[in-house]
């Protein structure tokens, strides 16, 4: 590196390969790569510190809570680079990301680094040449207070996690871990599911018609109250299924009564009672923030938190958006004249209101002191002009934002909402008043650049309110057509979606927006939540640990002491709570006298791993949380003083749909689980069907090894020594292992024969050898029966073709070409429709290494956790996402705090 160069650290290859092109030839950019150290795994740490202070947590909490950092090995290549390059400067540059994860990492590299020539810090929102012109006429010092947030949140979350997980481990399962966030955020999906087992749901009727006008003009409407008394609506019932205290004047329907009323208005004459219109007005969202943006592109382009955040990640480097880790809604003067004048550009002036729009931040506390998420620069490009050069995913999350942006500063959408009710007098002397409102749009305002996708759940309401109704007036005379009586019963609460999650986390100030996508990502990969379509769906596993940690660990699943140790953090950030002070509180408790986690663990007693992990699910039936996943258990009625009864549950059976009948019918499936169907001719053992987690299957009955048969088998072995003449040790025999095979889609488990068993056993079939010397078998996999030949296989039609085909018929098969994408020899497992960002039909493929997911472009591979059957198109098109939005895997990263650390 020439002399009188400025050295300047980013975080990412890409962001510094953006940087570069407007920094002139004084300037040399290079990349940290995130993280350069970090706190080590106890095992890691060097054999003289595991027995110290550091050996527990690699922190040291007797001694101000100092932390132990390392370099990752992976990292110590970099840090030389980033040495050797900053010999030859004479100035320093430190622009990592503008938060408080960034400032951590400036302040890492200051200190490994150790630079002897003058050091600044930079931070810029947005990588455009204006921005960084900005930033470098006013660089600053290292923020210390930001730092110390960043740390005690590190600190925080090894105590957290490494007090309270080997709890986990011990009572429920091993691989288990507790966080901060991601227990609290699994404890809101557990709650939301207790709710729906526990619910009852009522049954109600109404009567629904379409009505018509002398001139032919037609509206649908409800019936709204019978004798002008209001008949109820599922709002009026309670979770328990009865109706709410404040609504026992209404009249629930029975079917008679609603299907004889229907009856007896087919010749009724209806009229309008009244119509009222009221003026609608509405307001636009403000710009984006990070938990905003993952919502809205959940709804709108189905992507997961993880993935609009890779996606955005991208944009922001690349100099395409601002910051995408913030929750500030405010827009910089220059956005707000580029939203502006686009919105004038492209609406027309009237579209834009006098002054601009400025929204206040939702969370004043917060940490991030950046603008809204928008499009980077001082003037706006629109999608079109920059799609050639983004990703479909890119140009779908980059279009989003822009529209949000310009959105924030139009004018209010305009119109107004009618209301009107009708009467008829049925033939029994009833008086059937009906009802029907919508709202009509006169202004469209900034629904002309964006309009919010609601949630499913909200869906059906938001579409009743938009129908338009025609002009209508007091007394006019109506028709009415298809009067019918429909029957409805009330739902269970929804469960959480990502974006819905996102929401509550927010509204509790739960987290930040920096947590967000990867709490989603642990509580899936940590198998306490799957995804069932868009719907978050716990396991039982998450059962036992929510019940554990509420039953021992309360306060640390608290909604409101989560959200006030992330204003903590916030105030540490400020500088106005010292840190070592306040780790002190959390972990050997305050001088208030609240107890700190230490004695919370220390003081833990006896806990019932039995109890914890039983969830009652039915009068004397519960649901025990096993070593090899959860079964059903009651007493044998029988035999009360005997063994219980078990049953499996079906993994991809969800906790709520496990009722009291469908346990009867896992209680009678496992009666015959374990039926002996007979002896296999060949080798003289016993053949049984059992029923197991993923259905049921037939195995053979083999005595294991007695140690003393194993002796003798060792004994049996010749002597072998080594060079130095010692005898080496004998190899223990395995233990033999049982064939098994699935009962194919067409067999049950109480009708199965031996000789369905024999031939399923028989499986794989050899059927010959191909021209080629290869050979070809039949075999039975997880998503049907299929022809192999070396690495290539071919589906099969049935699974009667499993014993009926022949060597000439699979040759004739090996003889087409096995094509890829459309027009394949091998039909697909599954096909869902056009992908939403590649337009291109998504179908489900068996693969070498399984089944996957493809649009001919992109392939993703199906979790094994993920049934075929279950597997929807939300979730094919999110894999796929998932996909394209991956980048190359992130290393962990090191390093050391409280002395210098070599490289």
Do not use: C
């Not at 709202?439 to 938001?462: C, H, M, N, Q, R």
């Not at 204003?567 to 001088?591: H, M, N, P, T, V």
């Not at 709520?656 to 009678?668: C, G, N, R, S, V």
């Amino acid at each position: 590196m020439p002399e009188g160069k400025k050295l300047v650290i980013v975080e990412s290859p890409a962001k510094s390969r953006s940087i570069a092109k407007y920094l002139g030839d004084d300037f040399i950019v290079d990349a940290s790569a995130g993280h350069i150290r970090d706190l080590p795994q106890p095992s890691e740490l060097p054999q003289d510190m595991k027995k110290g202070p550091f050996g527990k947590f690699a922190v040291d909490p007797e001694n101000g809570f100092e932390p132990y950092y390392v370099i990752s090995e992976s990292k110590k290549s970099k840090v030389r680079e980033l040495k050797k390059l900053l010999k030859d400067a004479d100035e320093l540059y430190l622009a990592t990301d503008a938060d408080r994860e960034g400032e951590a990492i400036a302040w890492h590299l200051y200190e490994v680094l150790k630079p002897k020539v003058p050091t600044y810090r930079l931070t810029f929102t947005e990588i455009t040449k204006e921005a960084i012109q900005r930033a470098m006429q006013s660089p600053r010092e290292i923020d210390t207070d930001l730092v110390d947030a960043q740390e005690t949140r590190r600190i925080l979350d090894r105590l957290y996690g490494y007090e309270i997980s080997p709890v986990l481990w011990r009572k429920v399962g091993k691989g288990l871990s507790a966080g901060r966030v991601q227990s609290v955020a699994t404890r809101m999906i557990v709650e939301r599911e207790r709710e729906r087992m526990a619910f009852v749901p009522a049954s109600y009727w109404d009567l629904s018609g379409q009505f018509a006008t002398d001139s032919g003009e037609e509206f649908s409407a409800k019936l709204h109250a019978v004798d002008d008394e209001r008949i109820a609506t599922g709002s009026d019932f309670t979770d328990t299924g009865e109706l709410k205290k404040s609504r026992r004047d209404v009249v629930v329907l029975t079917r008679e009564d609603a299907e004889s009323l229907a009856e007896s208005l087919t010749q009724a004459r209806f009229r309008v009672d009244s119509v009222e219109d009221k003026p609608y007005s509405r307001r636009p969202q403000p710009p984006f923030i990070t938990s905003t943006l993952q919502q809205d592109a959940a709804r709108r382009l189905r992507f997961s938190s993880r993935v609009t955040m890779q996606v955005a990640q991208r944009l922001y480097e690349n100099g395409y958006i601002t910051y995408m880790r913030t929750d500030s809604t405010t827009l910089s003067t220059e956005a707000l004249n580029a939203a502006r004048k686009q919105a004038r550009e492209l609406y027309g002036a009237e579209s834009v209101p006098e002054k601009p729009r400025y929204y206040s931040r939702r969370n004043e506390t917060a940490q991030e002191a950046h603008e809204a998420i928008r499009p980077a620069g001082d003037s706006f490009r629109t999608p079109r002009q920059v799609k050639s050069e983004l990703s479909a995913d890119e140009f779908r999350l980059y279009e989003l934002i822009w529209k949000r942006t310009v959105a924030s500063q139009m004018a209010d959408a305009e119109g107004f909402t009618a209301s009107v009710r009708l009467t008829g007098t049925a033939q029994d002397g009833r008086r059937a008043t009906f009802g029907a409102s919508g709202t009509v749009i006169t202004f469209p305002g900034f629904l002309a650049a964006y309009e919010e996708v609601a949630d499913d759940s909200e869906k059906k309401e938001t579409e009743s309110k938009d129908k338009r109704l025609p002009e209508l007036s007091e007394g006019e005379p109506l028709t009415g057509t298809d009067v019918e009586a429909k029957g409805h019963e009330t739902s269970p609460p929804a469960r959480y979606t990502e974006a819905s999650i996102v929401a509550e986390l927010e509204k509790r100030e739960i987290g930040r927006p920096s947590t967000y996508a990867p709490t989603i990502s642990i509580i899936m990969d940590r198998g306490y939540v799957t995804k069932r379509g868009s719907a978050l769906v716990p396991s039982w596993t998450a059962f036992s640990v929510i019940r554990l940690l509420e039953e021992h660990f309360g306060q640390y699943v608290d909604y409101d002491f989560t959200a006030r140790l992330e204003d903590d953090l916030d105030q540490i950030a400020r500088g106005e709570i010292e840190r070592e002070a306040w780790l002190q509180g959390f972990y050997f408790g305050a001088s208030s006298g609240e107890e700190g986690l230490k004695a919370v663990v220390d003081n833990l007693g006896e806990i019932d791993a039995r109890a914890v992990n039983t969830i009652e699910v039915a009068d004397g039936v519960e649901v025990r949380v096993g070593r090899y996943g959860p079964y059903l258990e009651r007493p044998d009625p029988e035999n009360p003083d005997g063994d219980p009864l078990r049953a499996n549950i079906p993994a991809d059976l969800a906790p709520d749909e496990l009722t009291a009948a469908k346990a009867e019918e896992l209680f009678e499936q496992a009666q015959h689980s374990g039926r002996v169907l007979g002896t296999d001719p060949e080798t003289g053992r016993e053949i049984v069907v059992k029923d197991g987690r993923y259905g049921p299957y037939v195995t053979e009955v083999i005595e294991e090894m007695t140690e003393e048969e194993i002796q003798a088998h060792m004994d049996a072995q010749p002597t072998e020594y080594y060079k130095n003449g010692k005898p080496k040790p004998k190899k223990k025999p395995k233990q033999p292992k049982p064939r098994t095979a699935s009962l194919l889609k067409s067999m049950d488990l109480e009708t199965v024969t031996i000789e369905d068993a024999l031939k399923l056993l028989s499986l794989p079939r050899v059927l010959g050898t191909d021209d080629d010397g290869e050979q070809i078998t039949a075999q039975n996999g997880r998503f049907g029966p299929y022809l192999k030949k070396g690495s290539d296989s071919r589906s099969l039609e049935s699974e009667e073709q499993l014993f009926t085909i022949t060597l000439e018929e699979a040759k004739k098969i090996y003889a087409q070409p096995k094509q890829r994408g459309r027009g394949t020899a091998k039909p697909p497992l599954a096909e869902f429709g056009a992908d939403p960002t590649t337009e291109k039909p998504v179908v489900v493929k068996d693969g070498r290494f399984g089944p996957y997911v493809t649009d001919g472009e992109t392939n993703a591979t199906v979790p094994r956790s993920v049934s075929l059957d279950q597997l929807t198109a939300e979730q094919a098109y999110s894999l796929l996402a998932e996909k394209r939005a991956k980048g190359p895997a992130k290393k962990k990263s090191g390093g050391r705090r409280r002395t210098a650390t070599k490289a």
